[in-house]
Structures are given as C-alpha cells and as structure tokens.
C-alpha cells in the first residue's frame, strides 16, 4: 500500500453513461496526476495538478473528460457519455514534487479503478 | 512525439539466474528514469530510480543509465519465481517538463 487510495476500484456501466472516479494521494503530495492503462500497454499520461492548478493535459484528454482538484488535496476525474473505448485502468500517481531549477520527481500509484463500459 | 521503447517479451530466465531488461528512450533532455514492477491487474510498484550516469544498486536490483546512448537497464540477480510480472520503464524530463513517460512493458517468467 503506498497511500495513495482511489475509488471505487471497479465500475461497469452502460455506454453513455457519466462515471466519477475520486483519487486520494499521499498527503505531503503536492502533485497528482492521472493514467489510462489498456491490456498490454504502459500507462499514458492523462493530466497532472501542481495543488489544485491543472498544469498539463494529454490531448488523450477528449472533451468528455474532466478533471479536478479542489483545494489541492483529492482529486476526481469524470468521464461523459462514455464509449466502449473508455474502458480501461485509470491510475492515480502523486508526487512530492522537490522545487528548484532541477526537478527530480518520484510518483507513487493507487490501486486504480477498473472501468467497463458495456 | 517522445518515446520509451522496451522489448515486450516474454521473457524467461531460470531461478537464481540474472535478468537483464532494457529500456531506450528518445528524447535527450529526459533527467529522470524509473523502474516499476507490475504485476497482473494491480497498479504499478516502484523498483528503482536513477538520475545519473552509471549504476545503482538496492539488493537484487541494479540500475544502469548511460545518457550518452539513451539506454537504461535494470537487471534482477538471483531471480526468484515472485519476480514473475511486467516491468515497466519510465522517464521524466525534469525541469525541461513534468511529464512521465511508460514504455509498454517486458513481460518476466522465472521458471522455478
């Protein structure tokens, strides 16, 4: 267990429903960011948050996806009218995040949730 | 587009040998590099980091980073059958962007 918690782990539903997934990070963690993971792939980077501004976004990240981090602290991703295509693990990861004009970062993942969309 | 290119294996070494998986990159100002185990349907697990030229040893494991020829490699001693998973390399820009990025994965089998 690294800290990092996301719920639920699992979700079905119906193509062209709305699903909200929530990700709570490490607490020191100022940065958070989310992943999309399909069978036999590596993660691909979807958004990451520095607190609660919205810094980077994938162009992965269609208009039907949206994201937040309200007060810096957990984080939801919500997926509209959602496609067979959308199914996959959607990882959390945050990050201390060290300052100064050299960055170095180590990410630390959640569970995921496991959506299905049928 | 940036890229990390790992060999998708299988991969399959005997118990108690050396496993040796490799891991180029295309874009030069990459800063930082990681290796994270995965194991089927569970989220990924931290290994190792590396962010300078030349090895890093935590047990087992060793970390190899040449930036010269983009190339980092992590290799597993005295394999044992619970190192069965993906492992997955992945890089950061550091300062220049904060963006990580995943290869697809070298799929391990030790063989007991």
């Known amino acids: 267990d690294t800290g990092v918690s996301q719920d639920p782990r699992h979700k079905i539903t119906k193509r062209g429903q709305n699903v909200t997934f929530r990700c709570d990070p490490i607490s020191e963690h100022n940065r958070l960011y989310w992943y999309r993971q399909t069978l036999g792939q590596g993660p691909e980077f979807l958004t990451y948050?520095?607190?609660?501004?919205?810094?980077?976004k994938s162009r992965l990240l269609s208009d039907r996806f949206s994201a937040e981090r309200p007060k810096g602290s957990f984080s939801t991703l919500e997926i509209q009218r959602t496609e067979q295509g959308d199914s996959a693990m959607y990882l959390c990861a945050s990050s201390l995040g060290t300052g100064g004009e050299r960055m170095t970062d180590t990410q630390y993942f959640g569970p995921g949730t496991r959506l299905t969309v049928l | 587009q940036k890229e990390v290119e790992q060999n998708s294996g299988p991969l399959s070494v005997p118990e108690g040998a050396i496993a040796s998986l490799n891991c180029t990159y295309s874009?030069?100002?990459?800063?930082?590099f990681f290796w994270y185990r995965q194991y089927s349907g569970k989220s990924p697990e931290l290994i190792m980091s590396?962010?300078?030229?030349g090895d890093k040893e935590d047990g087992r494991f060793t970390a190899q980073l040449n930036k010269a020829s983009q190339y980092v490699s992590l290799l597993i001693r005295d394999s044992q059958p619970s190192d069965s998973a993906t492992y997955l390399c992945?890089?950061?820009?550091?300062?220049?962007?904060?963006?990580?990025?995943f290869g697809t994965g070298t799929s391990l089998t030790v063989i007991p």
């Open positions: 874009d030069r100002v990459s800063q930082s």
């Open positions: 590396i962010y300078s030229n």
């Open positions: 992945a890089v950061n820009e550091g300062w220049a962007g904060n963006q990580f990025y």
């Open positions: 948050f520095q607190n609660e501004a919205q810094l980077e």
